[in-house]
């Protein structure tokens, strides 16, 4: 037995490419939500609607800021989250009955910054830790 697997703060992870492919997989089935007339997950409270793509899009930059842990990839990984959050809205507006809000786009914004905070915490390892639990699992 040897010891334990330590977690880099930055670098490019084990799995890299499983976690970029799953990223896309993420990313479709937001747009096909987005994109569904009725998507079946609504929050019925004023606002709802917005707090859901600001929880949607922490999420979502909270998984690409784990694969792109460098500061200068990390945020043109936010600026692809907001990029994605605005097409999202134009492809909205080409398909009634749905509609595009500038407003779902600032919730969006604002889901990023709040990734962009939680990512100077240990949640920033998440997609690491995951590797050396691994990799320590397969020693045993």
């Known amino acids: 037995m040897t010891g334990p697997v330590s977690i880099q703060p930055s670098g490019r992870l084990r799995w890299q490419r499983l976690w970029i492919a799953l990223g896309g997989v993420i990313m479709l089935w937001i747009l096909w939500m987005a994109l569904r007339p009725d998507p079946g997950i609504t929050l019925d409270f004023p606002y709802g609607d917005k707090l859901l793509h600001a929880t949607t899009f922490t999420c979502l930059m909270g998984w690409w800021g784990n694969v792109y842990r460098e500061r200068h990839a990390r945020g043109w990984a936010a600026w ?44 920033a390892n998440v997609l690491a830790s995951v590797e050396s639990w691994s990799m320590r699992w397969r020693r045993h």
């Open 80 to 123: 692809g989250c907001l990029a994605f959050g605005i097409f999202i809205e134009f492809a909205q507006w080409l398909c009634p009955p749905r509609d595009a809000d500038v407003f779902d786009v600032l919730a969006d914004g604002i889901g990023i910054l709040l990734a962009l905070l939680l990512l100077r915490t240990a949640l």
